[in-house]
């Protein structure tokens, strides 16, 4: 059962490092957006629309993590190769 648990672990890891980074860029974004309204309040609907443009692909990054970390915990191609092999080593 190793490699179901490092299938697990691998899964959470990249979940969690995906989740900080976007979370990091995220944070950064909106902190420059509203240091760019605070600014200059006339080019404030310009400066939203492009964060939201920009924290929408910044958040497609978590949705990609996320989908790879589905396809390694339930879709794993090596998963028949991994049970061939187990059941080798319990003969």
């Avoid at 059962?1 to 909106?30: H, P, R, Y």
């Avoid at 400066?47 to 996320?66: N, Q």
Wanted: hydrophobic share 55%.
């Amino acid at each position: 059962m190793d490699f179901f648990t490092m299938c697990m672990l691998a899964a959470g890891f990249g979940m969690a490092i995906g989740a900080f980074g976007t979370g990091i860029g995220q944070g950064l974004a909106i902190a420059r957006a509203v240091e760019g309204v605070s600014r200059n309040p006339g080019a404030s609907g310009k400066i939203m629309t492009t964060m939201m443009i920009g924290l929408a692909m910044i958040e497609s990054l978590a949705i990609y993590v996320l989908v790879v970390c589905l396809i390694i915990l339930y879709a794993n191609p090596f998963k028949d190769v991994a049970i061939k092999a187990l059941e080798t080593v319990a003969k």
